[in-house]
């Protein structure tokens, strides 16, 4: 959930001799400037190609008051954010409080002069409004949209009959005496906020944000069922509302995957409401629900707007503690936190995956920044809780000097990894279902810290949940094993997808379509190595009812009415599927010992031996990709973390790098550049041959990005 402050954003100047060159935009207008009349304005969005603005960004919040005057108070925030190579402005605003249409349409006309600066800055805009969420300031005791307009009428309402309406401090965006009421996309809400969409596209903007369309969950669970929506889950499957939440009925089970879709039109209409006044309108929509358990509860799931043209992810990547960043994290809390931004990688698809960045203080937020860099994803750099500061002005300066300097190695390369982990939202949803959202792996809030993730209760904890411990281990395995691998989305798959994959690990596959077994077979047959665990192998339909026969029980070499062997190695056409009926990753994810770990990493390295190596630490990150010629290594060293909670300090730590180096090829420079470092500029290194492999030895502080050419 967005943790939006009202109050006036925090921007220091900090400054840095490298700080990154912005090209300016075209002189100011009177009237506010249509993004299509700049010279450097991208073509609309076409075929899924995001304009390079958004591949490339580099985001922070920025607001103003309604009094603005765009000269004394609007300029100032925007040279301020360009003076920390900022090259997007989030604008937040007003536009989460009830407004009549008349103070909208003032509001307008003020976006529209504070995106006209931005632009003559060379800054682009992108505009936040929340989707499904309406506060009214004063509104517990005074008017306010539930009680005086169409509130009541348009609310979400859980399958008890609970209105989602509530009043201040429940949670930490909405004050003391504020009114939060949460509307139903199917309701004419729906009219009303895309006809405002509209208004706000015209403006001058350049890109919308709307904030987390999700059925909230804080005050009132398992919505919607007003009337707007059982009529028209009605209509789309035939059947009514379940009567209460029970995954043992088929319609409730079939209910939550109504709602995952039902999302998704409504994101869908939202894109569609901003290109229809600007046919170059792109969306980037904040999603709360990441790899881990909370999907299935709000509804919310991001991997359904993968494919999606013109609309991508802002994803809220939340951390440990609201006033403690990641400073007192496990080296598992940290395998979790690369989960997530992987998985928002991924699931984004080909689009630019937008993600926070949160931290408490400079040398734990540049480290989390770090980890969002190496997974492929564009900052928004910002101070946990809220979202209207800067965690330090200097660090957000420095890191995003550093992007700009190397945003094509970052953002243009091409990933290299042969290795996927199999991200499956039906198994998510249906194979054990738990209260907790298993977020990280330590639930219990460390001596002194003000708040924590979790209330404390172990099945909080993503190492009590059978699909998500064993998803996170596998990730776990693979990060301490320096195998370099990418997430598999499992909704949507298609057979591109696992093309470049020589590994596909499948943690707990349970729950599958026959259309997506069906992707599965063929790419096994074609020469794949499959590696899935579990107690029950493909064992559930899409919405978790019983299968009478594994759906990959061909490729398994299985059948259900057998006895399940503890492991098994089957040839299936030119691939092999290896089974193993332990959760050997959530074993891995839940102590310190090895041997679950080596079991699953065998057969990769048996299948696909990783071109690229390391020797050092098992706690630093590598990722690899490639561009042109060059090899492109990013290292992130998390080696402040152990065992148990720790006080946070920065380590330095010493490793070397193996490359192989093709036949017929040699390496002709290797440079290594870093944030950590006084100045971003690549700085040439020397790497040492031995047969057909070189090796360059480094000492990475938090990160690190190596740069190899092999010619």
Same mark, same amino acid.
């Given at each position: 959930?967005?943790?939006?402050?009202l109050?006036r954003?925090?921007?220091?100047?900090?400054?840095?001799?490298?700080?990154?060159?912005?090209?300016?935009?075209?002189?100011?207008?009177?009237?506010?400037?249509?993004?299509?009349?700049?010279?450097?304005?991208?073509?609309?969005?076409?075929?899924?190609?995001?304009?390079?603005?958004?591949?490339?960004?580099?985001?922070?919040?920025?607001?103003?008051?309604?009094?603005?005057?765009?000269?004394?108070?609007m300029?100032?925030?925007?040279?301020?954010?360009?003076?920390?190579?900022?090259?997007?402005?989030?604008?937040?605003?007003?536009?989460?409080?009830?407004?009549?249409?008349?103070?909208? #349409? *003032?509001?307008?006309?003020?976006?529209? /002069? =504070?995106? &006209?600066?931005? %632009?003559?800055?060379?800054?682009?805009?992108?505009?936040?409004?929340p989707?499904?969420?309406l506060?009214?300031?004063?509104?517990?005791?005074?008017?306010?949209?539930?009680?005086?307009?169409?509130?009541?009428?348009?609310?979400?309402?859980?399958?008890?009959?609970?209105p989602?309406?509530?009043?201040?401090?429940?949670?930490?965006?909405?004050?003391?005496?504020?009114?939060?009421?949460?509307?139903?996309?199917?309701?004419p809400?729906?009219?009303?906020?895309?006809?405002?969409?509209?208004?706000?596209?015209g403006?001058?903007?350049?890109a919308?944000?709307?904030?987390?369309?999700?059925?909230?969950?804080?005050?009132?669970?398992?919505c919607?069922?007003?009337?707007?929506?059982?009529?028209?889950?009605?209509?789309?499957?035939?059947?009514?509302?379940?009567?209460?939440? #029970? *995954?043992?009925?088929?319609?409730?089970? /079939? =209910?939550? &995957?109504?709602? %995952?879709?039902?999302?998704?039109?409504?994101?869908?209409?939202?894109?569609?409401?901003?290109?229809?006044?600007?046919?170059?309108?792109?969306?980037?929509?904040?999603?709360?629900?990441?790899?881990?358990?909370?999907a299935?509860?709000?509804?919310?799931?991001?991997?359904?707007?993968?494919?999606?043209?013109?609309?991508?992810?802002?994803?809220?990547?939340?951390?440990?503690?609201?006033?403690?960043?990641?400073?007192?994290?496990?080296?598992?809390?940290?395998?979790?936190?690369?989960?997530?931004?992987?998985?928002?990688?991924?699931?984004?698809?080909?689009?630019?995956?937008?993600?926070?960045?949160?931290?408490?203080?400079?040398?734990?937020?540049?480290?989390?920044?770090?980890?969002?860099?190496?997974?492929?994803?564009?900052?928004?750099?910002?101070?946990?809780?809220?979202?209207?500061?800067?965690?330090?002005?200097?660090?957000?300066?420095?890191?995003?000097?550093?992007?700009?300097?190397?945003?094509?190695?970052?953002y243009d390369?091409?990933?290299?990894?042969?290795?996927?982990?199999?991200h499956?939202?039906?198994?998510?949803?249906?194979?054990?279902?738990?209260?907790?959202?298993?977020?990280?792996?330590?639930?219990?809030?460390?001596?002194?810290?003000?708040?924590?993730?979790?209330?404390?209760?172990?099945?909080?904890?993503?190492?009590?949940?059978?699909?998500?411990?064993?998803?996170?281990?596998?990730?776990?395995?693979?990060?301490?094993?320096?195998?370099?691998?990418?997430?598999?989305?499992?909704?949507?798959?298609?057979?591109?997808?696992?093309?470049?994959?020589r590994?596909?690990?499948?943690?707990?596959?349970?729950?599958?379509?026959?259309?997506?077994?069906?992707?599965?077979?063929?790419?096994?047959?074609?020469?794949?190595?499959?590696?899935?665990?579990?107690?029950?192998?493909?064992?559930?339909?899409?919405?978790?009812?019983?299968?009478?026969?594994?759906?990959?029980?061909?490729?398994?070499?299985?059948?259900k009415?057998?006895?399940?062997?503890?492991?098994?190695?089957?040839?299936?056409?030119a691939?092999?599927?290896?089974?193993?009926?332990?959760?050997?990753?959530?074993?891995?994810?839940?102590?310190?010992?090895?041997?679950?770990?080596?079991?699953?990493?065998?057969?990769?390295?048996?299948?696909?031996?990783?071109?690229?190596?390391?020797?050092?630490?098992?706690?630093?990150?590598?990722?690899?990709?490639?561009?042109?010629?060059?090899?492109?290594?990013?290292?992130?060293?998390?080696?402040?973390?152990?065992?148990?909670?720790?006080?946070?300090?920065?380590?330095?730590?010493?490793?070397?790098?193996?490359?192989?180096?093709?036949?017929?090829?040699?390496?002709?420079?290797?440079?290594?550049?870093?944030?950590?470092?006084?100045?971003?500029?690549?700085?040439?290194?020397?790497?040492?041959?031995?047969?057909?492999?070189?090796?360059?030895?480094?000492?990475?502080?938090?990160?690190?990005?190596?740069?190899?050419?092999?010619?």
């Amino acid at each position: 959930m967005s943790r939006r402050g009202l109050l006036r954003a925090g921007l220091g100047v900090g400054g840095a001799a490298w700080a990154a060159n912005v090209v300016p935009g075209p002189p100011g207008a009177p009237a506010p400037m249509r993004v299509d009349s700049a010279a450097w304005a991208a073509p609309a969005v076409r075929q899924g190609v995001f304009p390079e603005w958004a591949r490339f960004a580099r985001v922070a919040d920025g607001t103003f008051d309604e009094d603005a005057d765009p000269v004394r108070d609007m300029k100032p925030v925007i040279n301020a954010l360009k003076a920390q190579n900022v090259s997007v402005i989030e604008l937040d605003t007003i536009l989460s409080n009830w407004l009549t249409q008349a103070e909208f #349409d *003032f509001h307008v006309k003020q976006v529209g /002069r =504070f995106a &006209e600066l931005a %632009h003559t800055a060379g800054i682009r805009v992108v505009m936040y409004y929340p989707s499904l969420e309406l506060i009214s300031v004063g509104g517990e005791k005074g008017r306010s949209f539930y009680k005086d307009d169409n509130g009541k009428a348009w609310v979400q309402l859980s399958l008890d009959g609970q209105p989602n309406v509530f009043y201040g401090s429940l949670v930490v965006w909405v004050d003391p005496g504020d009114e939060s009421c949460w509307l139903s996309p199917n309701s004419p809400w729906r009219d009303y906020y895309l006809a405002r969409v509209k208004a706000l596209a015209g403006s001058g903007i350049d890109a919308l944000w709307p904030d987390v369309p999700i059925y909230f969950d804080g005050k009132a669970s398992w919505c919607d069922a007003s009337p707007w929506a059982a009529a028209a889950f009605k209509a789309d499957t035939g059947l009514p509302l379940p009567k209460k939440d #029970d *995954f043992g009925d088929t319609t409730f089970r /079939r =209910f939550i &995957e109504w709602r %995952h879709r039902n999302l998704l039109q409504w994101q869908l209409d939202i894109a569609a409401a901003g290109r229809a006044a600007n046919k170059d309108m792109v969306t980037f929509v904040e999603t709360v629900s990441m790899d881990y358990q909370y999907a299935t509860s709000i509804g919310l799931d991001g991997a359904y707007l993968r494919q999606a043209e013109g609309v991508s992810h802002a994803w809220e990547v939340d951390i440990l503690g609201n006033y403690d960043g990641m400073r007192h994290a496990t080296a598992s809390d940290w395998t979790c936190l690369i989960s997530m931004y992987k998985y928002a990688r991924a699931a984004s698809g080909t689009k630019p995956a937008w993600a926070f960045s949160y931290g408490w203080k400079a040398d734990d937020a540049s480290l989390v920044m770090a980890e969002l860099l190496a997974a492929g994803c564009n900052p928004y750099e910002v101070k946990s809780p809220f979202k209207n500061e800067t965690t330090d002005a200097r660090m957000r300066t420095r890191m995003y000097g550093f992007v700009a300097a190397h945003q094509q190695r970052l953002y243009d390369a091409a990933p290299a990894a042969e290795v996927g982990v199999y991200h499956s939202t039906a198994s998510r949803d249906y194979v054990s279902p738990s209260a907790g959202t298993g977020m990280y792996v330590n639930a219990r809030k460390p001596s002194g810290v003000k708040e924590w993730w979790s209330e404390g209760t172990p099945e909080d904890s993503c190492t009590t949940m059978p699909w998500l411990g064993e998803f996170r281990g596998t990730v776990k395995a693979l990060v301490y094993g320096h195998v370099p691998f990418d997430t598999v989305i499992g909704q949507g798959l298609a057979a591109a997808d696992l093309a470049r994959f020589r590994v596909l690990m499948l943690p707990n596959l349970q729950a599958v379509s026959d259309a997506e077994a069906q992707v599965l077979r063929d790419w096994v047959a074609a020469g794949g190595t499959a590696v899935i665990t579990g107690p029950a192998p493909t064992a559930l339909d899409e919405l978790g009812a019983a299968r009478s026969e594994f759906a990959l029980s061909d490729v398994l070499g299985l059948r259900k009415k057998d006895p399940l062997p503890t492991s098994r190695q089957n040839r299936f056409g030119a691939g092999t599927c290896w089974y193993f009926k332990d959760l050997l990753g959530k074993a891995f994810l839940s102590a310190t010992g090895q041997a679950g770990a080596d079991q699953l990493l065998a057969p990769v390295r048996a299948a696909a031996p990783p071109p690229v190596t390391l020797t050092g630490d098992r706690r630093i990150h590598l990722e690899l990709s490639r561009l042109g010629d060059d090899t492109v290594v990013q290292l992130v060293n998390f080696t402040c973390f152990g065992d148990k909670p720790a006080a946070f300090t920065t380590v330095p730590a010493a490793c070397s790098v193996t490359l192989a180096v093709p036949e017929g090829k040699q390496v002709t420079a290797a440079a290594v550049s870093s944030p950590d470092a006084a100045s971003p500029a690549p700085r040439p290194v020397t790497w040492t041959t031995s047969g057909r492999t070189a090796t360059v030895g480094l000492t990475v502080a938090q990160y690190a990005l190596l740069t190899v050419t092999i010619s």
